[in-house]
């Protein structure tokens, strides 16, 4: 009945009748943001008092309204046509109402489209004089395509949007006149303020019908673009509650069959693996959050998997367990010699760590120790010996190769099928939380744009940083510090600085060939002759089959060549058993060659006579020490200094060097200084496909060079090495132990070395020393005192053909002037 009375009052109230200019006198009420179209029913706020006071005087006076839209807030005082949209509507008021929070509401009906004019007054409430506008109709043909257009959007837009009634859609689609039609369907929408504004001002009702047709385009995607994702959501919504639906219906079928959910059971499972593993408070809190997470997702969840196997590498790691060490300091003695002849210093050093740990219990830091040495002298296997000794777990991590940080500190769980690093892998697998580990080749570590694993490692090799060692997994930080890491390098120069100062480094030096004879002996031997089924077989090496072994098979500072060697000589002899061929009983060196064929690897012999230019070096290199023979030659030219050899940067330097010596010392030596500018000079050192580098050749080279131009000869029985300076000095070098061993087994028996170098004997075997003379030098003339021989009593061969030319120059000149 109220709405009835309501619709009624609509109809009592005429629209304002303008006078003979067209004009018409009202008042406006000012609604902010809102724009009321004509012949549609509205309701609207009432926000201010004077908006009220419009209201009550139309309801008195029974006339309509403006409603306009201002541009700005504004006071009534200073209220111009500037501030207002220059088009509103005119309005009937139905009813106004109270609401129960005091707010009153009206219903009011738009009329037409009115144009201000002037406003006559703006106290209590704005007046103002309006035009009414004409609205301009399509043509028919017009009319007809663009009101389709408009029906079937808005068709669409009312399937998508529930706020469209159906009985709205039946008006529109019985409303004749374009422009009430536009009118109506831009009431329903949700558009913009500046949209519906700029609808209300065009008067052409071809126009407005493409502008909303334009809207409704763009609202049509907005929709449908809702729609596909409210269908997603419902379709995931679905599957979600089928699977909840067949989940609960097999819990109900599992209990009336007296069986235990298969997820609830897991869950189960876990919560008591979670226990069992007796984990740290704070890794026990971080476990059984994961486990609250999992329980609340569906079981079929990506996440469900990633979060289970987190829990297992929690649950799986050693967090607290521990072996106990053996502490007996003879029991580990016995089983070092045991395993490994020889490596004096590495021995004492494992046994002093025993010691101290028996002493200081878990107050010492755990060492992390650097093997450095050739291949194959028992770096990595002595690892094994120690984990043996002590009675830990021994795992090993080969990191050469290794190119990416994650390798080191794995990936973070936002990847999908990311894992923990090397490091945290290994101590599951190690299953104690003090295993040796073993960080082999240490210095073949890569580095690219995933990162520099060298650096990752820097907080795994610190005992200040280890004991809470984070992984990007693991997100908890892990404690690394009862570990005792070794690591094992065949050179220290990739390493990083940072890292190097982290490593206690132990040497390995190259074995004697007497120490590789007892090592053969030993252990290679008998594991061979088990390995290939021979161990009830009675077969010997002799000595000298050793011997032949060593120096003309094997090239090595190791013995890992030698063990081959040994297994090819027992696959010769098990294949003659195999076939029931007698075999020898005893291996001699003659039966060596028989069986393996020439040798691979001539000895190279140093040359017996003494020479001038040809001098003898000793080098280092990674397979141990061996000799290198310098040759100098002194040819007809322009004083320059060419060298082959393939020779590296700081070897050329040495070079340069020495020839600078000689000549600074040309007068002592009654060289004429036109030598030098007059004869070139070339260096060379033979094997030119093996690079050569390093500064220990100096005194060689100048000794060689100053022998080619004095042409004295130098003793061919001995060998030299030490750094020179322009002045003469000779400085210390280093791998003297590996260059008194290469000079043994070249027979030679004088070495020169510098002064520096002699503590550096104590190294060397006793049996090398004995058949060795070391001669030790600090200047360059005490070199020359020992290996160069007087000059030939004749004289420089050069003097004497320079002096025949300038004879036979002499005698022309003289022929020339006779008459």
Avoid at 218 to 238: A, R
Avoid at 268 to 273: F, I, L, M, T, Y
Avoid at 771 to 788: A, E, G, N, P, R
Wanted: one cysteine or more; hydrophobic letters at 40%.
């Amino acid at each position: 009945m109220a709405n009835q009375t309501r619709t009624s009052d609509f109809f009592k109230v005429q629209n304002a009748t303008p006078d003979e200019n067209g004009l018409f006198e009202r008042p406006v009420i000012l609604l902010r943001g809102m724009v009321i179209f004509p012949h549609t029913v509205t309701p609207i706020d009432v926000p201010t008092p004077p908006v009220l006071s419009a209201i009550q005087d139309g309801l008195l006076k029974q006339q309509t309204l403006i409603a306009v839209a201002p541009r700005n807030p504004v006071a009534l005082a200073d209220l111009s046509l500037e501030d207002l949209y220059p088009v509103g509507t005119e309005i009937a008021v139905g009813h106004l109402m109270r609401l129960p929070d005091d707010r009153r509401n009206a219903l009011v009906q738009g009329r037409r489209r009115v144009q201000l004019v002037e406003i006559t007054q703006k106290v209590p409430f704005p007046v103002v004089k309006a035009r009414a506008l004409i609205e301009i109709p399509p043509a028919a043909d017009e009319a007809t395509g663009a009101v389709r257009t408009v029906l079937d959007r808005f068709k669409r837009a009312a399937e998508l949007n529930p706020s469209i009634s159906d009985e709205v859609l039946a008006y529109a689609l019985n409303v004749q006149n374009p422009g009430i039609l536009a009118d109506l369907i831009a009431s329903t929408l949700t558009l913009p303020f500046e949209e519906r504004q700029r609808l209300l001002e065009t008067v052409d009702e071809n126009k407005r019908l493409q502008q909303l047709a334009t809207l409704l385009g763009q609202e049509l995607k907005v929709l449908e673009l809702k729609d596909e994702i409210n269908s997603q959501v419902q379709q995931e919504m679905d599957r979600s509650q089928r699977e909840v639906y067949l989940r609960e219906q097999m819990r109900v079928i599992q209990t009336e069959l007296g069986e235990q959910d298969f997820f609830q059971q897991e869950a189960n499972e876990v919560r008591e693996q979670i226990f069992n593993a007796k984990l740290p408070p704070e890794i026990h809190d971080k476990a059984m959050k994961e486990l609250s997470r999992l329980m609340m997702m569906p079981p079929m969840a990506p996440e469900v998997g990633m979060i289970r196997t987190y829990i297992d590498w929690l649950t799986g790691l050693p967090w607290t367990k521990i072996s106990e060490d053996n502490l007996d300091v003879a029991h580990a003695q016995r089983v070092l010699d045991a395993d490994h002849y020889g490596l004096r210093k590495v021995k004492e050093r494992i046994l002093e760590y025993i010691a101290v740990r028996k002493l200081a219990g878990s107050h010492m830091k755990s060492p992390i120790l650097c093997f450095v040495g050739p291949p194959g002298v028992g770096k990595t296997s002595l690892g094994k010996s120690i984990a043996r000794a002590l009675g830990r777990e021994f795992v090993r991590v080969s990191l050469g190769g290794v190119r990416d940080e994650a390798e080191i500190r794995g990936h973070r769980r936002t990847y999908i099928g990311a894992m923990p690093g090397r490091i945290i892998q290994t101590m599951r697998r190690a299953g104690t939380i003090n295993p040796v580990f073993i960080l082999d080749e240490i210095d073949k570590l890569g580095m690219d744009f995933r990162g520099d694993p060298a650096s990752a490692l820097l907080e795994v090799l610190d005992p200040e940083q280890n004991n809470a060692y984070s992984d990007h997994y693991l997100e908890v930080p892990y404690d690394l510090s009862k570990v005792l890491f070794v690591t094992t390098a065949n050179d220290l120069d990739p390493l990083p600085p940072a890292l190097l100062d982290r490593l206690e480094v132990i040497e390995f030096s190259g074995y004697t060939e007497e120490e590789k004879v007892e090592i053969a002996r030993h252990f290679l031997i008998p594991n061979q002759l088990e390995a290939h089924g021979l161990k009830d077989v009675k077969l010997t090496l002799d000595n000298r089959a050793l011997q032949e072994l060593i120096r003309e098979y094997t090239y090595e500072g190791g013995v890992r060549n030698l063990n081959r060697e040994i297994a090819n000589v027992c696959r010769k002899i098990a294949r003659r058993v195999a076939e029931g061929k007698p075999i020898p009983q005893r291996i001699t060196a003659a039966k060596v060659i028989e069986l393996l064929g020439p040798p691979l690897y001539t000895h190279q012999l140093v040359h017996q006579e003494d020479t001038v230019g040809l001098a003898t070096g000793l080098v280092w290199s990674y397979d141990g020490g061996d000799i290198a023979v310098i040759e100098v030659a002194i040819l007809a030219g322009k004083g320059t200094l060419t060298m082959t050899g393939q020779l590296g940067e700081v070897m050329q330097e040495s070079a340069q060097t020495a020839l600078s010596y000689v000549r600074s010392r040309a007068a002592d030596f009654d060289l004429p200084h036109d030598d030098f500018e007059n004869y070139d000079v070339h260096i060379h050192l033979p094997e030119g496909a093996v690079p050569k580098d390093g500064p220990s050749a100096g005194i060689t080279l100048a000794a060689a060079i100053l022998s080619a131009f004095t042409e004295r000869k130098i003793r061919s029985n001995f060998a030299m090495t030490g750094e020179i300076t322009l002045r003469g000095k000779v400085l210390p070098v280093g791998g003297i132990k590996e260059k008194v061993l290469a000079a043994r087994r070249a027979r030679i028996r004088n070495v020169i070395l510098p002064i520096p170098n002699r503590k550096d004997l104590v190294d060397i075997p006793h049996e090398a020393l004995r058949d060795l003379t070391f001669h030790f030098v600090d200047d360059m003339q005490q070199v020359i005192d020992k290996v160069l021989l007087e000059p030939p009593p004749e004289g420089r061969k050069r003097d004497a053909d320079r002096q025949m030319e300038d004879d036979k120059t002499e005698e022309a000149l003289e022929t020339a002037s006779e008459p």
